[in-house]
């Protein structure tokens, strides 16, 4: 969102589950992302989005209409609460957060029983994004928005350890192809895991 409105923004990595002091003061939750600038301190990526959204920048990322506007809402709601307990959090957790928490905090390889349940859940979920591409341009309507940023985060994540069998859904692939080669998007692509590889397609804007 912000790339899209062209906001400038100074990134900064933060382990939640190390439960900092000084982070633990900016957000009590302890949970990311926050957001902290001339205005202030806001936490959580719902009130972030919401907050960029009303600052206006260069894209506007929710409909006018009150009924596209919850539609919006309830397909961003659908990733970051749905998708994130039934795929994203049984596979990104398992092969990436892992490697970097000690065993008091829960590291350690992959439980791979865990990630193979994640895998068979993605496909039921894109199979539901197949669903709602063959109905309208994009996501949650006919243009791009904030449903379809936090969907495209989500599978950024599997797309990084190669989970994602985009031959199997080429509706979804040609969205999120459209997507990968928005400005906004591609600096994502030249993010990295220490000590991980992605595939060789994961950059690739004609995958």
Request: proline share 6%; aromatic share 10%; net charge negative.
């Amino acid at each position: 969102m912000l790339g899209e409105k062209k906001f400038a923004v100074e990134y900064v990595e933060e382990r939640p589950w190390e439960r900092r002091l000084d982070f633990l003061m900016l957000n009590p939750s302890g949970e990311v992302p926050v957001l902290v600038g001339e205005a202030g301190t806001i936490s959580g990526h719902y009130a972030i989005s919401e907050w960029l959204e009303e600052k206006g920048g260069a894209t506007t990322l929710m409909p006018t209409s009150g009924l596209l506007r919850a539609e919006v809402r309830r397909v961003t709601a659908w990733f970051d609460d749905k998708f994130h307990h039934e795929v994203g959090r049984l596979i990104t957790h398992e092969k990436i957060d892992r490697r970097f928490k000690s065993d008091s905090d829960g590291g350690g390889g992959p439980d791979m029983a865990t990630v193979r349940v994640g895998l068979h859940n993605l496909n039921l979920h894109l199979e539901y994004l197949t669903y709602l591409l063959d109905q309208r341009d994009w996501l949650a309507g006919n243009d791009l928005s904030m449903a379809d940023l936090t969907a495209a985060a989500h599978l950024s994540c599997l797309d990084f350890t190669g989970d994602v069998p985009w031959k199997q859904w080429p509706d979804v692939r040609d969205w999120y192809a459209k997507l990968k080669s928005r400005p906004s998007f591609r600096p994502l692509l030249a993010d990295h895991v220490a000590g991980m590889r992605p595939p060789p397609y994961y950059t690739d804007l004609d995958f």
